[in-house]
């Protein structure tokens, strides 16, 4: 079964700073994998996805993601963080191939301080 | 804001009782799935409807379940409420095929007292 670790509760930067939000997956086979962002009390807003190819992808508002297979990790990274990124994030995995689920890490937390 | 829209948005039963949750898929959209965020977690699968059939559950108990109907819409339900059912329930759409981006509504937090 596939899964997902984000190892940190919580992500602390100062605005204007690099973001980066740790991911690594296990997966049987190739991996989709996305990113999607959760503001208080609202459901989760896609960010971007692998699916094959480059991998680098860039997503919205100004999100990349670098997909690393023989790391078996899908960093989040934003150059400069706004406060408005504060908010949970939360990645996620399935295979290629077989079941449809999405398996989500349990989040992280960025804050971003002015 | 996807097309995805959840109801209600809120929900207080007492345990033993039974809900029903409502999806409706973004146009287009022929696959729904169902998630329950417990607090402080990620979401976890409970299943998916595809064409009005489950094609997919996760490690959930038979209480749980659901329908999918020829517009694509949705419910999820579940019966004999237990407090631990208390929770966030997302709903997600997707087209089918070759897309794989899951789009989900805003969700119905349930508490179970």
């Known amino acids: 079964a596939q899964s997902v670790a984000q190892p940190e509760d919580q992500v602390n930067v100062a605005e204007g700073n690099p973001l980066t939000v740790k991911c690594t997956y296990s997966?049987?086979?190739?991996?989709?994998l996305f990113w999607y962002v959760q503001y208080p009390n609202r459901g989760l807003q896609f960010l971007l996805k692998y699916i094959t190819g480059d991998n680098l992808v860039k997503g919205s508002y100004g999100f990349e993601a670098e997909f690393n297979k023989s790391q078996t990790s899908f960093h989040l990274k934003k150059p400069s963080a706004l406060v408005s990124d504060s908010a949970l994030y939360f990645c996620?995995?399935?295979?290629?191939?077989?079941?449809?689920?999405?398996?989500f890490g349990k989040g992280n937390q960025v804050v971003v301080i002015p | 804001e996807t097309g995805v829209t959840q109801s209600p948005t809120h929900l207080i039963k007492t345990r033993g009782q039974q809900v029903t949750l409502r999806c409706s898929s973004q146009?287009?959209?022929?696959?729904v799935s169902w998630y329950q965020q417990a607090l402080g977690q990620g979401p976890q699968f409970i299943f998916q409807?595809?064409?009005?059939?489950?094609?997919g559950r996760g490690n959930f108990p038979p209480r749980f379940s659901g329908l999918q109907f020829p517009n694509y819409s949705s419910e999820l339900n579940v019966n004999a409420l237990e407090l631990d059912d208390s929770a966030l329930y997302l709903c997600?759409?997707?087209?089918?095929?070759?897309?794989?981006?899951?789009?989900f509504g805003p969700g119905t937090r349930l508490l179970v007292l």
């Open positions: 997966v049987s086979g190739n991996p989709y």
């Open positions: 997600a759409s997707r087209a089918g095929g070759r897309e794989e981006t899951q789009y």
């Open positions: 146009s287009g959209h022929n696959t």
């Open positions: 409807y595809y064409r009005e059939e489950e094609n």
């Open positions: 996620a995995v399935r295979p290629h191939y077989g079941n449809n689920r999405l398996a």
